[in-house]
């Protein structure tokens, strides 16, 4: 009994101090909207949701990207991602576009993909992809972001009852 009692009391503050699903969601969120990329006449802005509507059998996240090239183009994404189906994110430094932007890849399997509706000022079009990507700051590779990200996307991948497919190498 004492022993028992023991035990509980040690494992207390790890049950206390971990984080719940709202807390990570937060947190994502807030690391999303405020690293956006931004250089010169080019942006990506990010408005980030995550709820379970009836429509939908899994929880999702829906990411809004606002993506702008100043007196060129404009551009709106509506991803729609079904968190329990996220097999796996990448962080990459830079990408094809700009070496100063933080490359975040969000992937899930081709039986359960994202759906992006695509909206130009010529129309809009709705596809499903297997992955999807987002440009963010430079700056989102400092503290350790890119880790703590993927392990965010992690306990929330499982608070959804999902899991994240660990790389052997």
Do not use: C, H
């Not at 022993?3 to 101090?17: A, C, G, Q």
């Not at 990408?95 to 695509?118: C, F, M, Q």
């Amino acid at each position: 009994m004492k022993k028992t009692l023991l035990l509980i009391l040690l494992s207390l503050p790890l049950i206390i101090l971990g984080q719940n699903k709202i807390e990570t969601e937060n947190w994502i969120k807030e690391k999303f909207e405020l690293y956006g990329f931004k250089e010169g006449i080019t942006t990506y802005d990010y408005t980030i949701n995550f709820g379970s509507p009836p429509e939908y059998s899994v929880p999702i996240m829906v990411i809004g990207e606002d993506f702008q090239v100043v007196n060129i183009m404009s551009s709106v994404d509506i991803a729609i991602i079904p968190i329990k189906f996220i097999s796996k994110i990448t962080v990459l430094k830079g990408d094809s576009y700009n070496s100063n932007a933080t490359k975040l890849i969000i992937y899930t399997s081709e039986s359960n993909p994202i759906s992006v509706k695509t909206i130009t000022s010529n129309g809009e079009s709705v596809k499903d992809y297997s992955k999807y990507e987002l440009r963010l700051s430079k700056d989102f590779m400092k503290e350790d972001y890119p880790n703590r990200i993927k392990k965010a996307f992690d306990n929330l991948v499982q608070f959804s009852g999902g899991r994240i497919i660990e790389e052997s190498y």
